[in-house]
């Protein structure tokens, strides 16, 4: 068996054993592209021998999202079918996991009017609200990795070969995720017990502020006062571990909804929507988002922030040192997945309830009365440098380093 078939091996077992950590009788739904095909095969097959009962895989397209994107009337962005609504809701409800395997091309819906891309995303947004509050309450398992497709590939490695993108991607990805390492699921373990230190350490402190100096950005973020502090590893409401993200190398909260003041300037590229938006600001006042500027994708980001009223603000504030491994590669995925653990980074829209105490069992209001935001998108943007300051504001209003050029200051 050839380094590669070994990495995509062991890729697929971590992502079904770690990443989902499926159980016996249990199904796994998969949401995938046809890019995808060799790997997600690979992946059925792990999951089948780790007992799933069903695998269920949802197939995209890109060609045929772009074609539908290019020529189906404007009507068809807002609407969002109510079966796959149900569909998605129904398997939560009865304990599914549930997998994406994203590798779609970052700039695919490039030129697309960007009120068409916004239609669809609130569409799809308030359909599928039900769902997503499952998701952010850690009532499933589920996880997001990644597989290389030539068009993201060649947008990473512009000046090689398709083949040769694809094949340095793949081998970019297996790093990131610690596959080359020689026992993955115990690099994965170990991993997650150094996140939780910093986690530990965060929640002993019980700031009530952070306040972030970098270049373009000068922010007070204040958190809630029953906030806790999360990393890596997660667990669901049957009490069985999974890991969201892989990779991962954040620890996050939530900050107050009405709590964020001050500008923050991206570090890096976010791609949303099927568009490159880059060189951004933000402008805060009493939390909601008051000023957009950016030097490209403007527009996009503006659908964005008015998607819902809840988009306006934030709901995830995550940090991750400059020295990180996706950072010290020095690779640029054009991919959130990827570069939000490369960069301190921000959310627009919705909070993860299980980011205060308690918040696992609260409804909608009581997440509000305790400073949450709610929202139908939920966005992370890439912030940080080496560059960066971070200091956290006690209860008294004494300043400690958290973060000094982009590093831990613990």
Known sequence: MSDFQTNLEKYANLAVKVGVNIQKDQTLVINTTIDSAEFVRLVVKKAYEAGAKNVVVNWNDDVVNRTKYDLAPDEAFNEYPEWRAREVEDLAENGAAFMSIVSSSPDLLKGVKSERIGNFQKAAGTALSKYRKYIQSDKVSWTVIAAPSEGWAKMVFPDETAETAVQKLWDAIF??????????????????????EKVDYLNGKRYKKLHYKAPGTDLTVELPEKHIWVGAGSVNEQGNEFMANMPTEEVFSVPLKTG?????????????GGNIIDNFKLTFENGKIVGVEAEEGEEILKQLVATDEGSHYLGEVALVPFNSPISQSNVLFFNTLFDENASNHFAIGSAYAFCVEGGKTMSSEELAENGLNESITHVDFMIGSDKMDIDGITEDGTAEPVFRNGDWAL
Do not use: C, Q
């Not at 995720?177 to 996140?195: G, I, M, Q």
């Open 175 to 196: 790093k990131a995720v610690r596959v080359n390492t020689e026992d993955p699921v115990a690099a994965w373990k170990e991993h997650d017990s150094s996140l939780h």
């Open 260 to 272: 964020v003041n001050g500008y923050v300037s991206s570090t890096k590229p976010l791609s949303y």
